[in-house]
């Protein structure tokens, strides 16, 4: 679904991504892991188009992202849930919601996307008219995945939806990503907390200093001491 | 007695309609500083430009003031995409363009005065437009001019849609989604380039609408522009930079202000309290008042 | 390691900042002589900037109080504490990008004007930091590496006693990060050292001592080996238990 | 320090020039109103060039030590000699406390702030007109003495040229000396500045003091050399235009204010049928300069020669 050969980044003489290359792939979830500083943002805004990049491809369902204007990469069913969250502070939840279905095509699917979320994150219903830069950050987080999916997407990028968040909010972020897989969403999951992606990925990537030192299941990661000593000291 | 009465009638319906002025204008300069980081130096030239053009029309051209005022608005549009594509466009990517924008509006503002002096300056020193409806209607033992009823009607109007723009239509959303995380929009696919030309034609139609009001209600001279533009940013600053209900509130405040104050001494007091309130919440509070 | 009852180099007793209500700093306790070199960890928004920001006189603390050299550093601004010899870099390599990297070094010995470093001590560190060939160029087109060794350059010419390096291979590629990490080894000659970084690779190598900061509490103080054992430190690092 | 030959030469042919014009009052005095605002420019530049601030309330200095000094005379019966000095450090100590936003400020805002300061200061000159004389202005302001003689025409173009060519000096010299580097220091990078070791706020107060002296003193010699002044002589058209001329003319370097104003000073005079163009074109040439050639015509001159070096 989403393929990235061989991507390049660098800011004035700082190479923060060295030649990666990771493919998506359908109704799973990749993960990609490794501590801040190692490139993984620059590589989620190269994708939204925040970024430029110096050498590689993109493509997402086999067409060129570079053709695709960034605002229109919603529209081909690409939905970004940056660093951040990517929220509007001084807006409701609902206002939220609204914003995160702009591009939506089909207006009439507005409604059962409402309710679908608030089925996923009950929270939300009960809070929908508090304005978004009051709730607390598990919360703000929930909001900010439930804007992700307002566009109805094929995929759905998280850019460090752990930061910042108590354990238990953690895990609850877990089981709504679990869900959605069950709902066929592809979903390419960035983090720098390795307990979540290996409970809910499929495939991980481990990404050191600008370049994937490790590629494989979460299983065979977890007994790999020599993952485990890059990452901690990476 | 009713001397008193009729002193409190005439400055409450002044600082009515002065307060829409300055709240539809600071709008309009918020609104375009709040999302494309445009310090509207020059929205006073702006002001009286609409006010001339339109004073214009009516007296050598014999329009009504309606006809004429509708023409202003609609060739402001014009304007303000043409002013968009040649002077603010190719600094949208720049950081800190505020600053490099702040000084074109003051050179705009110079080219503008300039303008005026050479042409309406020369044909009169007073303008004003003939009132739109005529007619005096009583309003308990206060009489109005139907004319300033109607002006305050389209003053309070205008206020209400664009408050209603803002607050309920997509495109409303989109411009405050612009403001309070630039990227995050983009994500969500908005248009960020075409939303700065929206909101910058938005933002100077409301300025020209003031200017047009203020010419119907008043009899006005070129000194009016900077007046208007060190108010309107006065209640930019004071309101919040970019906060539309700041300028709202603080413009209403500011109106009444200056309606009680040119009561009493001269008008310029007022724009000095202006200028005082301005620094002192330039230095205690950047953020002003109604920005979280 | 060092006598007892020498005074410590720096030494920071319940040092505490806060923003509104929150804690971004929690009674941070502890010491460090001029012949140690120090290290401090913690992940993203542990408050590890803010504790440098505090130190070199960028915030002012909420309560606690901080000695340099037996001076108490309260109340002084960041300038002053470069008199007393108490120097740091930034996180972003942060170099006068628009002038000469011979101007960025000239502004730097501005300080002391007279009686700043001697020609000799000054031609030593420019060799040692093999600056020479790039002198003439404009700062922000040299190599990231270049510019982390004139940040160095810049902050030796201060007569420094305490450098706090700001993840000093921020951006280095895996090549230059070792040759760095010798840099920052003979950079102890000339002035002790506090590197922050997040995570441990860089301190492991340099650091007598580690420092771990979680949500603005300490948590562990100890040899770099003691700390890579500690549970308490895998566990808040990794997530839930997983190691 | 060392000189330059162009710079000798250009030094030289200032001091030359006014005994040129000595009879043509009319090109003669457009000499005199050069050289005053050579001297201003040069002033600017050294907040705007190399500490990278856009002081707006430039013009409102000059006001204020043009006003005292007025006052001084009349008030005290002191003659333009003893008045000047008292004149000019009063209004330098008003222009250090009008610049203490720009500790706080910086940018836009700092440039806001200073189009508010010398806003309130151009009603206050009309508003208080015990000091002042109102809107109406001051007239017949007579020239200062010199052994009896009162100063007048060429000889006061030989003294303003005098004052250029010394106020370009001082301002090498600072550009030259460690305060011009802390100066450049704090323009580049503040907050690098002070972890150097640099007070940025005592530096920043001295810029102030030095650019305020250049103001004050420019505007005691333009009171008794026009003979007239009011409110609008030092208001925020004023100081926009100085800052014309050291934009125009490529700001922080030595020869951008002098080319800026040799270029631009004159038009108004020499274009005098066409009195209302004066602000079309300053406007036109604001705008330019800011979109299309930033560093100015010498910067830019620079920028070339040093890529094709």
């Given at each position: 679904?989403?393929?990235?050969?061989d991507l390049?980044?660098?800011?004035?003489?700082f190479?923060?991504?060295?030649?990666?290359?990771?493919?998506?792939?359908?109704?799973?979830i990749?993960?990609?892991?490794?501590?801040n500083?190692?490139?993984?943002s620059?590589?989620?805004r190269?994708i939204?188009g925040?970024?430029?990049?110096?050498s590689?491809?993109l493509?997402?369902?086999?067409?060129?992202?570079?053709?695709?204007?960034?605002?229109?990469?919603?529209?081909?069913?690409?939905?970004?849930?940056?660093?951040?969250?990517?929220?509007?502070?001084?807006?409701?939840?609902?206002e939220?919601l609204m914003?995160?279905?702009?591009?939506?095509q089909?207006?009439?699917?507005?409604?059962?996307?409402m309710?679908?979320n608030?089925?996923?994150?009950?929270?939300?219903?009960?809070?929908?008219?508090?304005?978004?830069g009051?709730?607390?950050?598990?919360?703000?987080?929930?909001?900010?995945?439930?804007v992700?999916?307002?566009?109805?997407?094929?995929?759905?990028?998280?850019?460090?939806?752990?930061?910042?968040?108590?354990?238990?909010?953690?895990?609850?972020?877990?089981?709504?990503?679990?869900?959605?897989?069950?709902?066929?969403?592809?979903?390419?999951?960035?983090?720098?907390n390795?307990?979540?992606t290996?409970?809910?990925?499929?495939?991980?990537?481990?990404?050191s200093?600008?370049?994937?030192?490790?590629?494989d299941?979460?299983?065979?990661?977890?007994?790999?001491?020599?993952?485990?000593?890059?990452?901690?000291?990476? | 007695?009713d001397?008193?009465?009729?002193?409190?009638?005439?400055?409450v319906?002044?600082?009515l309609?002065?307060?829409?002025?300055?709240?539809?204008?600071?709008a309009?300069?918020?609104?375009?500083?709040?999302?494309?980081?445009?310090?509207?130096?020059s929205?006073?030239?702006?002001?009286?430009?609409?006010?001339?053009?339109?004073?214009?029309?009516?007296?050598?051209?014999?329009?009504?003031?309606?006809?004429a005022?509708?023409?202003?608005?609609?060739?402001?549009?014009g304007?303000?995409?043409?002013?968009?594509?040649?002077?603010f466009?190719?600094?949208?990517?720049?950081?800190?363009?505020?600053?490099?924008?702040?000084?074109?509006?003051?050179?705009?503002?110079?080219?503008?005065?300039?303008i005026?002096?050479?042409?309406?300056?020369?044909?009169?020193?007073?303008?004003?437009?003939?009132?739109?409806?005529?007619?005096v209607?009583?309003?308990?033992?206060?009489?109005?001019?139907?004319?300033?009823?109607l002006?305050?009607?389209?003053?309070?109007?205008s206020?209400?849609?664009?408050?209603?723009?803002?607050r309920?239509?997509?495109?409303?959303?989109?411009?405050?989604?612009?403001?309070?995380?630039?990227?995050?929009?983009l994500?969500?696919?908005v248009d960020v380039?075409?939303?700065?030309?929206?909101?910058?034609?938005?933002?100077?139609?409301?300025?020209?609408l003031?200017?047009l009001?203020?010419?119907?209600?008043?009899?006005?001279?070129?000194?009016?522009?900077?007046?208007?533009?060190?108010?309107a940013?006065a209640?930019?600053?004071?309101?919040?930079?970019?906060?539309?209900?700041g300028?709202?509130?603080?413009?209403?405040?500011?109106?009444?202000?200056?309606?009680?104050?040119?009561?009493f001494?001269?008008?310029?007091v007022?724009?000095?309290?202006?200028?005082?309130?301005?620094?002192?919440i330039?230095?205690?509070?950047?953020?002003?008042?109604f920005?979280? | 390691?060092?006598?007892?009852?020498?005074i410590?180099?720096?030494?920071?007793?319940d040092?505490?900042?806060?923003?509104?209500?929150?804690?971004?700093?929690?009674?941070i306790?502890?010491?460090?002589h001029?012949?140690?070199?120090?290290?401090?960890?913690?992940?993203?928004?542990?408050?590890?900037?803010?504790?440098?920001?505090v130190?070199?006189?960028?915030?002012k603390?909420f309560?606690?109080?901080?000695?340099?050299?037996?001076?108490?550093?309260?109340?002084k601004?960041?300038?002053?504490?470069?008199?007393?010899?108490?120097?740091?870099?930034y996180?972003?390599v942060?170099?006068?990008?628009?002038l000469?990297?011979?101007?960025?070094?000239?502004?730097?010995?501005?300080?002391?004007?007279?009686?700043?470093?001697?020609?000799?001590?000054?031609?030593?560190?420019?060799d040692?930091?093999?600056?020479?060939p790039?002198?003439?160029?404009?700062?922000?087109?040299?190599?990231?590496?270049?510019?982390?060794?004139?940040?160095?350059?810049?902050?030796?010419?201060?007569?420094?006693?305490?450098?706090m390096?700001?993840?000093?291979?921020?951006?280095?590629?895996?090549s230059?990060?070792s040759?760095?990490i010798?840099?920052?080894?003979?950079?102890?000659?000339?002035?002790?050292?506090?590197?922050?970084?997040?995570?441990?690779?860089?301190?492991k190598?340099?650091?007598?001592?580690?420092?771990?900061?979680?949500?603005?509490?300490?948590?562990?103080?100890?040899?770099?080996?003691?700390?890579l054992?500690?549970?308490?430190?895998?566990k808040?690092?990794?997530g839930?238990?997983?190691? | 320090m060392?000189?330059?030959?162009?710079?000798?030469?250009?030094?030289?042919?200032?001091?030359?020039?006014?005994?040129?014009?000595?009879?043509?009052?009319?090109?003669g005095?457009?000499?005199g109103?050069?050289?005053?605002?050579?001297?201003?420019?040069?002033?600017m530049?050294?907040?705007?060039?190399?500490?990278?601030?856009?002081?707006?309330?430039?013009a409102?200095?000059?006001?204020?030590?043009?006003?005292?000094?007025?006052?001084?005379?009349?008030?005290?019966?002191?003659?333009?000699?003893?008045?000047?000095?008292?004149a000019?450090?009063?209004?330098?100590?008003?222009?250090?406390?009008?610049?203490?936003?720009?500790?706080?400020l910086k940018?836009?805002?700092?440039?806001?702030?200073?189009?508010?300061?010398?806003?309130?200061?151009?009603?206050?000159?009309?508003?208080?007109?015990k000091?002042?004389?109102?809107?109406?202005?001051?007239?017949?302001?007579?020239?200062p003495?010199?052994?009896?003689?009162?100063?007048?025409?060429?000889?006061?173009?030989?003294?303003?040229a005098?004052?250029?060519?010394?106020g370009?000096?001082?301002?090498?010299?600072?550009?030259?000396?460690?305060?011009?580097?802390?100066?450049?220091?704090?323009?580049?990078?503040?907050?690098?500045a002070?972890?150097?070791?640099?007070?940025?706020?005592?530096?920043?107060?001295?810029?102030?003091?030095i650019?305020?002296?250049?103001?004050?003193?420019g505007?005691c010699?333009y009171?008794t050399?026009?003979g007239?002044?009011?409110p609008?002589?030092?208001?925020?058209?004023?100081?926009l235009?100085?800052?014309?001329?050291?934009?125009?003319?490529?700001?922080?370097?030595?020869?951008?204010?002098?080319i800026?104003?040799?270029?631009?000073?004159?038009?108004?005079f020499?274009?005098?049928?066409?009195?209302?163009?004066k602000d079309?074109?300053?406007?036109?040439?604001?705008?330019?300069?800011?979109?299309?050639?930033p560093?100015?015509?010498?910067?830019t001159?620079?920028a070339?020669?040093?890529?094709?070096?």
């Open positions: 679904m989403l393929e990235i050969k390049t980044i660098r800011y004035g003489n190479l923060a991504v060295n030649s990666v290359s990771i493919s998506v792939g359908k109704g799973q990749t993960a990609l892991i490794g501590p500083g190692a490139g993984k620059s590589i989620v190269a939204g925040l970024n430029s990049f110096e590689g491809h493509s997402f369902l086999n067409e060129n992202l570079s053709n695709v204007k960034p605002h229109l990469r919603i529209v081909k069913g690409l939905s970004i849930v940056p660093e951040g969250r990517g929220l509007f502070p001084r807006m409701s939840v609902e939220n914003m995160g279905a702009y591009s939506l089909n207006k009439a699917l507005f409604q059962d996307l309710d679908r608030f089925a996923l994150f009950p929270i939300l219903k009960e809070r929908r008219h508090q304005l978004v009051t709730m607390s950050g598990g919360q703000q987080q929930m909001v900010a995945v439930a992700g999916l307002m566009s109805d997407p094929r995929l759905c990028i998280f850019d460090e939806p752990s930061l910042g968040l108590a354990p238990i909010v953690i895990e609850q972020i877990g089981e709504a990503l679990i869900s959605l897989k069950k709902q066929e969403l592809t979903v390419f999951l960035v983090e720098q390795a307990s979540l290996t409970k809910v990925a499929d495939e991980i990537y481990v990404l200093a600008g370049e994937v030192k490790f590629h299941t979460p299983a065979n990661l977890m007994n790999n001491k020599e993952v485990l000593e890059t990452f901690l000291s990476a | 007695m001397s008193f009465l009729l002193l409190l009638a005439s400055t319906s002044t600082g309609l002065l307060g829409a002025v300055f709240a539809l204008v600071a309009g300069v918020t609104i375009v500083y709040g999302c494309i980081w445009l310090p509207n130096a929205n006073g030239q702006f002001f009286l430009l609409s006010a001339l053009v339109a004073w214009g029309l009516t007296s050598s051209y014999g329009l009504n003031s309606f006809t005022c509708l023409l202003v608005l609609i060739a402001s549009v304007l303000s995409l043409l002013f968009e594509k040649l002077l466009r190719r600094l949208y990517n720049v950081p800190d363009r505020n600053i490099s924008y702040f000084v074109i509006t003051l050179g705009l503002t110079q080219i503008m005065s300039g005026f002096s050479m042409t309406f300056a020369k044909w009169s020193d007073q303008f004003s437009l003939p009132p739109l409806v005529s007619g209607t009583m309003i308990g033992p206060f009489p109005m001019t139907n004319n300033r009823i002006v305050l009607g389209i003053a309070y109007l206020i209400a849609l664009l408050f209603i723009l803002l309920y239509h997509p495109l409303g959303r989109a411009l405050r989604a612009v403001f309070q995380n630039r990227e995050a929009a994500l969500r696919g380039h075409s939303i700065y030309k929206i909101s910058f034609v938005l933002g100077s139609s409301i300025i020209y003031g200017g009001l203020y010419a119907l209600a008043y009899s006005f001279d070129l000194t009016i522009a900077w007046t208007m533009s060190i108010t940013f209640i930019m600053i004071v309101g919040g930079p970019g906060s539309v209900l300028a709202l509130v603080i413009g209403l405040v500011f109106g009444f202000t200056q309606a009680i104050v040119s009561n001494t001269s008008p310029t007022a724009t000095f309290s202006y200028l005082i309130a301005m620094l002192l330039l230095l205690v509070k950047p953020n002003g008042l920005l979280k | 390691m060092n006598q007892p009852g020498a410590p180099l720096l030494s920071v007793k040092l505490t900042l806060r923003f509104g209500g929150l804690y971004a700093l929690n009674k306790n502890f010491e460090m001029a012949n140690e070199s120090l290290g401090m960890i913690g992940p993203n928004g542990s408050g590890k900037s803010s504790f440098v920001n130190l070199t006189g960028h915030f603390p309560s606690g109080e901080m000695q340099f050299a037996g001076q108490s550093m309260l109340g601004s960041a300038h002053q504490l470069v008199g007393l010899g108490l120097c740091r870099t996180q972003a942060r170099v006068f990008g628009n000469s990297v011979q101007r960025n070094i000239d502004t730097a010995r501005l300080f002391f004007a007279e009686e700043g470093i001697t020609e000799h001590q000054y031609a030593q560190y420019l040692w930091l093999k600056l020479t790039v002198l003439g160029k404009t700062a922000k087109d040299i190599t990231l590496f270049e510019q982390r060794k004139l940040e160095l350059m810049m902050r030796l010419v201060l007569k420094p006693k305490l450098i390096l700001d993840e000093p291979v921020g951006g280095l590629a895996t230059e990060v040759e760095m010798q840099l920052l080894h003979e950079l102890k000659a000339y002035s002790s050292v506090f590197v922050i970084e997040h995570t441990m690779r860089v301190i190598e340099l650091a007598d001592r580690v420092v771990v900061l979680i949500a603005g509490e300490k948590i562990a103080d100890g040899p770099p080996s003691q700390i054992s500690n549970q308490r430190v895998i808040e690092y990794l839930s238990a997983h190691a | 060392k000189i330059k030959p162009l710079h000798a030469l250009l030094t030289l042919a200032l001091l030359v020039l006014p005994f040129l014009f000595k009879d043509n009052r009319f090109l005095f457009i000499l109103i050069t050289y005053l605002n050579i001297f201003w420019a040069t002033g530049n050294i907040l705007y060039g190399f500490v990278g601030l856009m002081p707006l309330m430039f409102a200095i000059s006001g204020i030590a043009a006003y005292a000094l007025l006052y001084f005379i009349a008030e005290w019966h002191i003659n333009f000699w003893f008045a000047l000095p008292v000019t450090l009063f209004a330098s100590f008003i222009g250090v406390l009008l610049g203490l936003p720009s500790l706080r940018g836009f805002y700092f440039t806001l702030c200073s189009l508010i300061i010398q806003s309130t200061l151009t009603l206050a000159f009309i508003f208080f007109p000091f002042t004389n109102g809107d109406t202005g001051i007239n017949q302001i007579s020239p003495l010199w052994f009896g003689e009162p100063i007048k025409g060429y000889a006061f173009e030989c003294m303003l005098l004052m250029a060519v010394v370009i000096g001082v301002s090498y010299f600072v550009y030259q000396s460690n305060l011009g580097q802390r100066f450049v220091a704090i323009r580049e990078d503040d907050v690098l002070e972890s150097l070791g640099i007070n940025v706020v005592i530096n920043r107060v001295v810029a102030f003091f650019v305020s002296l250049y103001a004050a003193l505007g010699f009171a050399y026009i007239f002044i009011s609008r002589s030092f208001d925020v058209l004023s100081s235009n100085i800052w014309l001329f050291v934009a125009f003319g490529g700001k922080a370097t030595i020869a951008g204010p002098v800026g104003s040799i270029l631009l000073a004159p038009l108004p020499l274009l005098q049928s066409l009195e209302a163009y079309i074109l300053s406007g036109v040439l604001i705008v330019l300069i800011t979109l299309l050639m560093g100015g015509i010498y910067g001159y620079l070339w020669r040093n890529a094709n070096k």
